[in-house]
């Protein structure tokens, strides 16, 4: 029986998958947002677009399932060569900026905003209100499943562990884990252990 994936449909079809982010590229360019040169977007849908104020840097990538929620007030700034994995959220109602050459793993959840509590009314119907902006790094490494919550401040090169969730200012090249995250060991410029 012949291979299905070795023929030309096959080739045609997946070209055109890959191709599907161009248009989105494009529509968020006509947009206003601004979008570099060779930035990957494998998600075909623009329903989490609500604000303009989105800047995605030189070769950066939004994988399959990410979404993006921002607010009309609210900037979004994701640095050149970042990698946004799959199924991660982040909500910017405010200032949310993800420095160059991140990467974000799966799962990832990041907000600078918070759900308004009031008696009797319903958390679904209660909608979100900008807090604190977030403030992540250059060269910073995200494991699968963390939620950064509003406020984080994470300097350059920071490696943040599975199942963590980060609040507060973490200094360059902390390494922290936990629920809630606490510092495990520091990465000096000079530190050549692995």
């Known amino acids: 029986m012949k291979d299905v994936r070795t023929g030309w449909p096959y080739r045609l079809r997946s070209f055109l998958q890959r191709a599907r982010s161009l248009p989105v590229v494009a529509a968020m360019k006509a947009a206003g947002m601004h ?16 604000g303009q104020w ?3 840097g030189r070769r950066a990538q939004l ?6 929620a921002i607010g009309p007030n609210g900037s979004l700034d994701i640095g050149a060569d970042t990698a946004i994995g799959r199924f991660n959220s982040i909500c910017a109602l405010g200032m949310l900026h993800i420095g ?3 990467l974000f793993s799966e799962w990832v959840h990041v907000s600078d905003a918070e759900h308004i509590i009031q008696p009797g009314i319903s958390p679904v119907y209660s909608g979100l209100k900008f807090k604190a902006p977030v403030h992540i790094s250059r060269y910073c490494m995200i494991g699968r499943l963390v939620t950064i919550l509003p406020g984080t401040i994470l300097g350059r090169g920071c490696v943040v562990g599975a199942n963590s969730v980060v609040n507060g200012y973490w200094p360059a090249g902390s390494v922290i884990a936990g629920t809630p995250a606490k510092l ?8 050549t252990s692995s």
């Open 35 to 50: 979008v570099h040169w060779g930035t990957l977007v494998q998600t075909t849908e623009l329903p989490w677009m609500v």
């Open 63 to 68: 994988c399959r399932g990410a979404a993006l």
């Open 54 to 56: 989105l800047t995605l």
């Open 184 to 191: 495990i060991r520091t990465i000096n410029a000079c530190d």
């Open 100 to 102: 160059a050459g991140c």
